[in-house]
């Protein structure tokens, strides 16, 4: 670095320099994305195979986003976050389905998010090296690639990025405090954190851990630049009021979106169970941390409970709360760092058991930076080691940087495509019954049936109480023609779970080979009345109601109806449904429109590759054109996968 710069501009290059440094680092660990696929494990659920989404960014994709998870007609709704929906919806619209680009975007998002990181920590303590560790081990640690490589947690790196740009800008607010502006775009920033995942809602808490250390603004503490503001602890919190708010509001529409969908009642772990994997949890977060080995996409609830585990947890957990309250007054950022951990994990940790796993790699996205901020300021400064030991620092930092990033790019790897991601969680994990239903849905899709009836297998050997794979497991058996057997899986899996729409679904299709049309088509209504818009049992309908032999079965008005429903839902893109609504037509006696359609579905079948289908479609054609609707023994349905 030339001598002739002033110090203001050699700590201007430097920061430059290692903004540089990080970007590329980071691109050069993730970049193996752009040849990944979509993952079967929610990018279906809420990209591929999202009807609103598959239309791209337009009036009714962002009208869903803010209404979704707020109402009850709609099967991909979980919790509010309309920002990643419309993210997914821009993606879309500018890339299509190719996977490449939603991948790129979400390694760009993670990018401006260490970059956000690094000039924060710099700004707010001054402390250009131990920032840009933070920094670099927020970029490069293997934890961070779940959030990164997997399309659907675009909501984690999005997030992620406007927590940090809140926290940029309360520290340039604190500098000035009561600046009405500063506090505006502070808020602003916050709400859109909270739009884009309601785990953000513990931000409030992490900005008064920062008003005691690094920003000093409490009246005791010791700020890592500058002198102590001296701000009463209740003006404090009386700023903080609105953000509170705002995260009550967001728990509350959290909260009735998951007890919409029955997450809170299907999970019926004992309080004492649940504190004890709350326990583990935490530690075993931060065990991963530290030791970031055997990560995998899901891992099981801590079933059978070690006395001695539990016992090792809780005292882990005491353990080092007692000792960061002890060292605070000397050493402020070891509590800041670990209550910055500790509770902006609280919302996903498991107390609650609000639907999701108690431990998950994505999960520890914004609270692992409290653990880099212990381990940071924790490492001797030039002033208190010599000329020596700042080398061997900067040697055991570079070498841990190395070590992250090599197992970093190893676990990208296992995210290439669906088949690689749950074999490798198997392998890592004991008793994942998840995970062998999820590879056997993958062997299904493969057309791999009895490789898949083993997994399903597996699983409900792990979980006999778990419906999905009961489900799956009929669908591996009928693809089979194993219609009996199937059967018998719906109907275990009805017993288990009554208002599961999509075996209800299965069960009719099943039904329907048998012959049973009258049974099947009572099965697919209530397939509907449990999901208005579930599209196979639409098309089950369409289809028995438009082409059965029997008369007395067949309605061309409601088919036309439910036709339209059905093609509306898919955006009229979908051979199939087309081909049903033609028919529907064509039972109605509504031939032009038969025709119109039918050879809308044609191209489509063809462009897909579809030749078999569009042959048919094409024989059908023949009938409408001669005034003449389509008509068979027994209805052909998809089922539910």
Known sequence: ?????????????????????????????????????????????????????????????????????????????????????????????????????HHLVSLGIHVAAVVALFLVLQSMTGALWRSALVAALFALHPLRVESVAWVAERKDVLSGLFFILTLGAYARYARRPFSVYGYLVTLFTFVLALMSKSMAVTLPFVLLLLDYWPLGRTQWAKPATGRSVGVSPAQLLKEKVPFFVLAVASCAVTFWALRREESVERISMPLGMR???????????????????????????????SAIAVVGAGVGVVGMTTAVMWRMRHKPWLAVGWFWFFGTLAPVIGLGQLGEPTMADRFTYIPSIGLFLMLSWSVPGRAIGGLILNAITCVIAGTLLVVCAALSKIQVGYWRDSETLFRHALNVTRDNWLMHDSLGLILVNQGRPLEAIEQFVQALQIKPDFAEAHNDLANALLDLGKVAEAIAECTEALRIRPDYAETHNNLGYALASQGKVAEAIAQYWEALRLEPDLAPSLYGLVWILATDRNTSL?????????????????????????????????????????????????????????????????????????GRPFHEGSASVATVE
């Open 1 to 101: 670095m030339t001598p002739f710069l002033s110090p203001e501009r050699k700590q201007i290059v430097s920061k430059v320099l290692v903004c540089i440094a990080l970007a590329v680092a980071t691109v050069v660990v993730y970049l193996p994305v752009r040849h990944h696929e979509f993952v079967n494990f929610d990018d279906d659920r809420f990209v591929t195979e999202n009807p609103k989404l598959r239309e791209g960014l337009n009036w009714r994709s962002i009208r869903w986003a803010f209404t979704s998870d707020l109402t009850r007609d709609d099967q991909n709704a979980d919790y509010w976050r309309p920002l990643s929906y419309l993210s997914h919806a821009l993606d879309v619209q500018m890339f299509g389905l190719r996977p490449a680009g």
């Open 554 to 626: 067949r309605n061309g008005t409601e088919a036309v109806q439910l036709g339209e429903r059905l093609c509306a839902i898919t955006g009229f893109h979908d051979a199939e449904d087309l081909d049903a609504l033609a028919a529907a037509y064509a039972e109605a006696g509504r031939f032009s429109d038969a025709i119109r359609i039918a050879q809308k579905a044609i191209e489509l079948a063809n462009v897909a590759g579809q030749q078999e289908l569009a042959k048919q479609i094409q024989e059908r054609l023949k009938l409408y054109q001669a």
């Open 275 to 305: 504190i004890s994997n709350v326990l583990l949890s935490y530690m075993g977060h931060v065990g991963k941390t530290f030791w970031p080995t055997s990560l995998a996409v899901w891992y099981p609830s801590h079933a059978a409970l």
